[in-house]
């Protein structure tokens, strides 16, 4: 009923940036909190940034100052713009929205995720 998908992710030297974008699709009556999240091998999944319908926003400490979340809720899109990258920032970025359908109300929807490697 609800697809995230993400797109964005790839190699990139530290220092570098790149924006990560997730596009959600179906059946939405409406979108609240949307998020980052993140998971290294070997590491449990960990918020990254997320943001409410009003555009109040919240960071982890390791990615403030270089880490920026936006959202369209025209489009129905979030956003993240990295800037900065740290090989530490090695993970598979997860998407994920607070979702409310008119069939099944409100559900936690994620994407299939997205390869972020910082290397050089």
């Known amino acids: 009923q609800v697809q995230l998908v993400e797109s964005g992710g790839g190699l990139v030297q530290p220092g570098g940036s790149l924006r990560l974008s997730c596009a959600a699709s179906?059946?939405?009556?409406?979108?609240?909190?949307m998020g980052w999240y993140r998971q290294a091998p070997g590491k449990q999944r960990e918020l990254v940034a997320a943001?409410?319908?009003?555009?109040?926003?919240n960071y982890a400490d390791s990615v403030k100052g270089r880490f920026t979340i936006s959202r369209d809720n025209a489009k129905n899109t979030v956003y993240l713009q990295m800037n900065s990258l740290k090989p530490e920032d090695t993970a598979v970025y997860y998407c994920?929205?607070?979702?409310?359908?008119?069939?099944?109300?409100?559900?936690?929807?994620w994407g299939q995720g997205t390869q972020v490697t910082v290397s050089s």
């Open positions: 994920n929205a607070e979702v409310e359908t008119v069939l099944t109300g409100v559900g936690d929807y």
């Open positions: 179906g059946s939405i009556f409406s979108i609240y909190a």
């Open positions: 943001i409410t319908s009003g555009g109040s926003t």
